[in-house]
């Protein structure tokens, strides 16, 4: 078994990283502060092939893998989790409308996406139904026209900011199979957004409700009532992406922490010279290189539609986020005083991986995926 990348993989990755450390670190702090990530990044990353990753080339995509998708959201996320991980949605986003879209709603949409003149943002979760997504209450009524909106979606990344919005709304009765999946245009009448979140992290990236008054959506994604089913294999290679995410930040972290060790001095000899220290520090790469490999091993699977895969997408999610938060909290740690203080970047990483605990899935729904799949494999 093979675990080497290949060399346009590798390209790939590097890319990616060196046009983080270009164009996105030296920032991301001054765009947390400010609360937005400016538009003309965008057009940049798009000018990379990165606006439209699991787009066929036919629209303008890159048609890359899922494999190489996780790559290059570790390399971003080096950079800045919270700028990645937003591209990462978009991403998310395209993917869905490439899979499962009509012809003539791919043509309308995903040259734009991929150019990233329309940024997409991604709606599923409503203030009453967080992990029990399928439970959502915003209706469609089919109209002349298209689709007639009513209904409120939470915590919603690019509320106010991005030009489309991917929405599951219910077109039948309760349960998955009522719902479908279309496109909000910005600026359609009826559409507003709540105030925009206070968070704890992930801060550059605008985050608010987004609201559907008699809205009409004239684009339907794929078939009526299908829309959790393309919700859910959306989230499984989201989940991988929030994993990779979460793996870049907790390397920045590590890399930083080292270095650091190298520099301060107490009593008398650098910090990495006392050996609980080290053992500290190959405790947390040891973690990293299992969740790398965890990772690329889930995303294989789900690049070749394994009966597995989903399975393995929940696992990798649990396992990565876990990990990957671990990690950066003990590089906090290990930073001391130091850690604390916003100049060191250690603390903005630590607060922007909480999250991916949390988001595409918790990891309690993880847990619950997993061991499910696991007594269906029993009862076979």
């Known amino acids: 078994m093979d675990f080497a990348l290949s060399e ?24 947390e502060a400010a609360g937005t990530i400016p538009r003309d990044l965008w057009r940049r990353v798009a000018e990379l092939g990165l606006g439209g990753i699991y787009v066929s ?21 080096m950079a800045c ?7 990462s949605i978009h991403n998310m986003c395209g993917g ?35 992990s029990d997504a399928a439970a959502l209450r915003t209706r469609a009524e089919k109209v002349v026209g298209g689709w007639k909106l009513n209904g409120t979606k939470a915590f919603i990344s690019g509320g106010g900011y991005s030009d489309a919005y991917l929405t599951m709304v219910r077109t039948g009765g309760e349960g998955p199979k009522g719902i479908s999946t279309v496109i909000v245009c910005d600026g359609t009448p009826g559409l507003s957004f709540g105030a925009l979140e206070r968070k704890m992290g992930w801060k550059s990236q605008p985050t608010a409700q987004v609201q559907f008054d008699d809205c009409l959506a004239e684009d339907l994604v794929g078939e ?10 959306g989230l499984d290679g989201g989940r991988l992406n ?8 907790a390397q920045a972290a590590l890399d930083a922490t080292l ?26 790469e040891t973690r990293l290189q299992a969740a790398r490999i965890f990772l690329r091993q889930a995303a294989w699977k789900l690049d070749h539609a394994t009966p597995d895969a989903t399975k393995f997408c929940a696992m990798a999610k649990l396992m ?33 991986l909480r999250v991916h605990q949390i988001l595409e899935g918790t990891n309690e729904i993880m847990r619950v995926i997993v061991a499910r799949s696991l007594l269906a494999e029993r009862d076979r």
């Open 8 to 31: 346009e993989s590798r390209a790939i990755f590097d890319m990616a990283r060196d046009f983080g450390a270009e164009h996105i670190a030296p920032f991301a702090q001054e765009w």
């Open 57 to 77: 080339e036919d629209y303008g995509g890159s048609g890359l893998s899922r494999l190489d998708a996780t790559l290059v959201f570790e390399a971003l996320a």
């Open 81 to 87: 989790p919270s700028v990645g991980s937003f591209l």
């Open 96 to 130: 869905m409308i490439d899979k499962f879209g009509a012809p003539e709603v791919k043509e309308k949409w995903l040259p734009g996406l991929c150019s990233m003149e329309t940024v997409f943002s991604y709606c599923l979760t409503e203030p009453g139904s967080g």
């Open 224 to 233: 009526e009532g299908r829309g959790f089913s393309y919700a859910m294999a």
């Open 242 to 249: 929030i994993s990779a995410g979460a793996l870049g930040g």
């Open 259 to 284: 270095a650091y060790m190298g520099e301060r001095r107490a009593f008398g000899q650098s910090l990495d010279q006392f050996q609980a220290l080290q053992f500290r520090l190959a405790e947390m």
């Open 320 to 352: 990565v986020t876990d990990a990957a938060f671990d990690v950066a909290n003990q590089c906090l740690q290990l930073h001391g005083g130091y850690g604390y203080l916003a100049d060191y970047g250690i603390e903005k990483i630590v607060r922007d």
